[in-house]
Protein backbone atom coordinates (compact mmCIF):
# COMPACT_ATOMS: atom_id res chain seq x y z
CA UNK A 1 0.00 0.00 0.00
CA UNK A 2 1.74 3.03 -1.19
CA UNK A 3 2.39 6.05 0.51
CA UNK A 4 2.27 9.61 -0.18
CA UNK A 5 4.86 10.65 -2.24
CA UNK A 6 6.74 13.64 -3.40
CA UNK A 7 9.47 14.90 -5.68
CA UNK A 8 11.89 16.09 -6.42
CA UNK A 9 13.22 15.05 -3.00
CA UNK A 10 15.82 17.76 -3.03
CA UNK A 11 15.93 21.44 -4.85
CA UNK A 12 18.23 24.05 -5.05
CA UNK A 13 17.36 27.22 -6.70
CA UNK A 14 18.46 30.46 -7.10
CA UNK A 15 16.97 33.96 -6.21
CA UNK A 16 14.21 35.21 -8.59
CA UNK A 17 13.30 31.23 -9.99
CA UNK A 18 10.34 29.60 -9.95
CA UNK A 19 10.09 26.11 -8.89
CA UNK A 20 6.82 23.53 -9.32
CA UNK A 21 6.78 20.63 -6.25
CA UNK A 22 4.84 17.69 -7.04
CA UNK A 23 2.69 15.73 -4.65
CA UNK A 24 0.66 12.05 -5.29
CA UNK A 25 -2.01 10.94 -2.73
CA UNK A 26 -2.54 7.75 -1.34
CA UNK A 27 -5.05 6.06 -3.56
CA UNK A 28 -8.26 6.47 -2.77
CA UNK A 29 -7.76 9.93 -1.01
CA UNK A 30 -8.96 13.10 -2.47
CA UNK A 31 -7.70 15.77 -0.48
CA UNK A 32 -4.19 17.23 -0.82
CA UNK A 33 -2.88 19.74 1.26
CA UNK A 34 0.55 21.71 1.23
CA UNK A 35 2.58 22.95 4.07
CA UNK A 36 6.19 24.79 4.70
CA UNK A 37 8.29 23.52 7.72
CA UNK A 38 11.16 25.89 8.48
CA UNK A 39 13.60 24.53 10.36
CA UNK A 40 12.66 24.08 13.93
CA UNK A 41 9.14 24.47 13.79
CA UNK A 42 5.57 23.25 13.38
CA UNK A 43 4.23 23.12 9.56
CA UNK A 44 2.46 26.06 8.40
CA UNK A 45 -0.57 25.55 6.38
CA UNK A 46 -0.36 26.88 2.58
CA UNK A 47 -3.28 25.37 0.90
CA UNK A 48 -5.79 22.53 0.89
CA UNK A 49 -7.64 21.10 -2.11
CA UNK A 50 -10.55 18.75 -2.04
CA UNK A 51 -11.92 16.77 -5.19
CA UNK A 52 -9.49 19.46 -7.69
CA UNK A 53 -11.42 22.83 -5.99
CA UNK A 54 -9.39 24.79 -3.19
CA UNK A 55 -10.92 24.73 0.39
CA UNK A 56 -8.52 26.82 1.97
CA UNK A 57 -5.57 28.83 1.87
CA UNK A 58 -2.84 30.07 4.35
CA UNK A 59 -1.48 33.37 5.08
CA UNK A 60 1.47 33.07 2.08
CA UNK A 61 1.88 34.94 -0.77
CA UNK A 62 0.77 35.03 -4.24
CA UNK A 63 4.01 34.27 -5.42
CA UNK A 64 2.49 30.40 -4.23
CA UNK A 65 -0.26 28.74 -5.90
CA UNK A 66 -1.21 25.18 -6.59
CA UNK A 67 -4.30 22.92 -7.96
CA UNK A 68 -5.23 19.70 -8.09
CA UNK A 69 -5.53 17.21 -11.26
CA UNK A 70 -8.39 14.89 -11.94
CA UNK A 71 -6.46 12.14 -10.25
CA UNK A 72 -5.89 13.73 -7.16
CA UNK A 73 -2.50 14.42 -7.77
CA UNK A 74 -1.06 18.11 -6.71
CA UNK A 75 1.49 20.80 -7.99
CA UNK A 76 2.56 23.73 -5.71
CA UNK A 77 4.25 26.31 -7.73
CA UNK A 78 6.79 29.31 -6.04
CA UNK A 79 7.47 32.35 -8.31
CA UNK A 80 10.25 34.61 -7.71
CA UNK A 81 12.03 32.31 -4.64
CA UNK A 82 13.44 34.39 -1.91
CA UNK A 83 15.85 32.90 0.62
CA UNK A 84 13.12 33.00 2.96
CA UNK A 85 11.60 30.23 1.40
CA UNK A 86 13.98 27.48 1.90
CA UNK A 87 12.51 24.82 3.89
CA UNK A 88 10.58 21.78 3.75
CA UNK A 89 7.63 21.61 1.65
CA UNK A 90 5.42 18.74 2.71
CA UNK A 91 2.08 17.20 1.09
CA UNK A 92 -0.74 15.65 3.29
CA UNK A 93 -3.63 13.46 1.73
CA UNK A 94 -6.65 12.91 3.48
CA UNK A 95 -9.55 10.48 2.98
CA UNK A 96 -11.89 11.95 4.63
CA UNK A 97 -12.18 15.76 6.33
CA UNK A 98 -9.78 15.34 9.21
CA UNK A 99 -6.93 12.83 8.93
CA UNK A 100 -4.33 14.05 7.06
CA UNK A 101 -0.99 11.95 6.23
CA UNK A 102 2.17 13.09 5.03
CA UNK A 103 4.64 12.35 2.32
CA UNK A 104 8.45 12.80 2.45
CA UNK A 105 8.85 16.08 1.56
CA UNK A 106 11.02 18.37 -0.88
CA UNK A 107 13.84 20.12 0.85
CA UNK A 108 13.99 23.64 -1.51
CA UNK A 109 17.16 25.48 -0.78
CA UNK A 110 17.19 29.54 -2.41
CA UNK A 111 20.73 30.83 -2.63
CA UNK B 1 -7.38 32.31 13.21
CA UNK B 2 -6.49 28.47 15.39
CA UNK B 3 -3.56 29.12 17.66
CA UNK B 4 -2.00 26.38 19.39
CA UNK B 5 0.34 26.61 22.00
CA UNK B 6 2.98 23.70 23.38
CA UNK B 7 4.75 22.89 26.51
CA UNK B 8 7.85 21.88 27.29
CA UNK B 9 9.58 22.59 24.19
CA UNK B 10 11.89 20.16 25.37
CA UNK B 11 11.92 17.13 27.49
CA UNK B 12 13.88 14.75 28.68
CA UNK B 13 13.21 11.09 30.67
CA UNK B 14 14.42 8.06 32.02
CA UNK B 15 14.26 5.27 29.92
CA UNK B 16 10.84 3.41 31.62
CA UNK B 17 9.39 6.71 32.76
CA UNK B 18 6.29 8.46 31.78
CA UNK B 19 6.37 11.86 29.41
CA UNK B 20 3.68 14.27 29.13
CA UNK B 21 3.35 17.14 26.26
CA UNK B 22 0.45 19.76 26.68
CA UNK B 23 -1.41 21.81 24.63
CA UNK B 24 -3.79 24.78 24.40
CA UNK B 25 -6.12 25.88 21.72
CA UNK B 26 -8.22 29.11 20.90
CA UNK B 27 -11.09 28.03 17.89
CA UNK B 28 -14.43 26.46 19.72
CA UNK B 29 -14.64 25.43 16.80
CA UNK B 30 -11.84 23.12 16.48
CA UNK B 31 -12.81 19.69 17.00
CA UNK B 32 -10.23 16.97 15.52
CA UNK B 33 -6.80 16.84 17.64
CA UNK B 34 -4.08 14.58 15.98
CA UNK B 35 -0.66 14.17 17.33
CA UNK B 36 2.15 13.72 15.15
CA UNK B 37 6.05 12.40 15.47
CA UNK B 38 8.59 13.21 13.66
CA UNK B 39 12.14 11.84 13.75
CA UNK B 40 15.08 13.74 12.41
CA UNK B 41 14.82 14.20 8.80
CA UNK B 42 11.92 12.44 8.46
CA UNK B 43 7.53 12.77 7.32
CA UNK B 44 5.48 13.73 10.55
CA UNK B 45 3.82 10.59 11.23
CA UNK B 46 0.17 9.92 12.49
CA UNK B 47 0.67 8.35 15.99
CA UNK B 48 -3.07 9.27 17.49
CA UNK B 49 -5.93 11.46 17.25
CA UNK B 50 -9.15 12.40 19.37
CA UNK B 51 -12.07 14.25 18.37
CA UNK B 52 -14.24 16.82 20.28
CA UNK B 53 -17.16 14.30 21.47
CA UNK B 54 -14.30 11.94 23.76
CA UNK B 55 -12.18 13.03 26.80
CA UNK B 56 -9.75 10.33 26.19
CA UNK B 57 -8.12 7.55 23.97
CA UNK B 58 -5.56 5.11 24.37
CA UNK B 59 -3.31 2.76 22.04
CA UNK B 60 -1.00 1.02 23.90
CA UNK B 61 1.09 3.03 25.34
CA UNK B 62 0.38 6.40 24.35
CA UNK B 63 -2.93 8.17 24.94
CA UNK B 64 -4.59 11.70 24.46
CA UNK B 65 -6.67 13.41 26.62
CA UNK B 66 -9.05 16.18 25.92
CA UNK B 67 -10.48 18.92 28.07
CA UNK B 68 -13.16 21.17 25.46
CA UNK B 69 -14.14 23.99 28.46
CA UNK B 70 -10.18 24.16 29.04
CA UNK B 71 -9.01 24.61 25.68
CA UNK B 72 -6.44 21.91 26.51
CA UNK B 73 -5.63 18.60 25.36
CA UNK B 74 -2.30 16.63 25.99
CA UNK B 75 -0.22 13.43 25.08
CA UNK B 76 0.88 10.59 27.39
CA UNK B 77 3.36 8.11 27.14
CA UNK B 78 4.21 5.52 29.52
CA UNK B 79 7.11 2.96 29.94
CA UNK B 80 9.22 4.76 27.29
CA UNK B 81 11.55 3.79 25.20
CA UNK B 82 14.96 5.51 23.21
CA UNK B 83 13.05 4.85 19.86
CA UNK B 84 10.33 7.62 21.59
CA UNK B 85 12.92 10.09 20.94
CA UNK B 86 11.85 12.45 18.81
CA UNK B 87 10.02 15.94 18.21
CA UNK B 88 6.53 15.61 18.68
CA UNK B 89 3.75 18.31 17.02
CA UNK B 90 -0.09 18.60 18.07
CA UNK B 91 -2.28 20.15 15.53
CA UNK B 92 -5.90 20.87 15.62
CA UNK B 93 -8.55 21.07 13.16
CA UNK B 94 -11.54 23.69 13.16
CA UNK B 95 -14.35 22.50 11.41
CA UNK B 96 -14.77 26.14 9.63
CA UNK B 97 -11.89 25.29 7.13
CA UNK B 98 -9.90 21.84 7.70
CA UNK B 99 -6.43 22.91 8.08
CA UNK B 100 -4.50 21.75 10.45
CA UNK B 101 -3.01 24.53 13.05
CA UNK B 102 0.64 22.88 14.63
CA UNK B 103 2.06 23.88 17.74
CA UNK B 104 6.09 24.80 18.36
CA UNK B 105 6.80 21.06 18.61
CA UNK B 106 8.36 19.00 21.50
CA UNK B 107 11.93 17.34 21.54
CA UNK B 108 11.95 14.50 23.24
CA UNK B 109 15.14 12.52 24.57
CA UNK B 110 14.82 9.74 26.66
CA UNK B 111 17.57 8.48 28.32
CA UNK B 112 18.93 4.82 28.56
Known sequence: DAGVTQSPTHLIKTRGQQVTLRCSPISGHKSVSWYQQVLGQGPQFIFQYYEKEE???????????????????SELNVNALLLGDS?????????????????????LTVT | GE????HPSTLSVQEGDSAVIKCTYSDSASNYFPWYKQELGKRPQLIIDIRSN???KKDQRIAVTLNKTAKHFSLHITETQPEDSAVYFC????????????????TVTVRA
Open chain 2, 54 to 56: VGE
Open chain 1, 55 to 73: RGRGNFPDRFSARQFPNYS
Open chain 2, 3 to 6: NVEQ
Open chain 2, 91 to 106: AAVSSNDYKLSFGAGT
Open chain 1, 87 to 107: ALYLCASSPRTYEQYFGPGTR
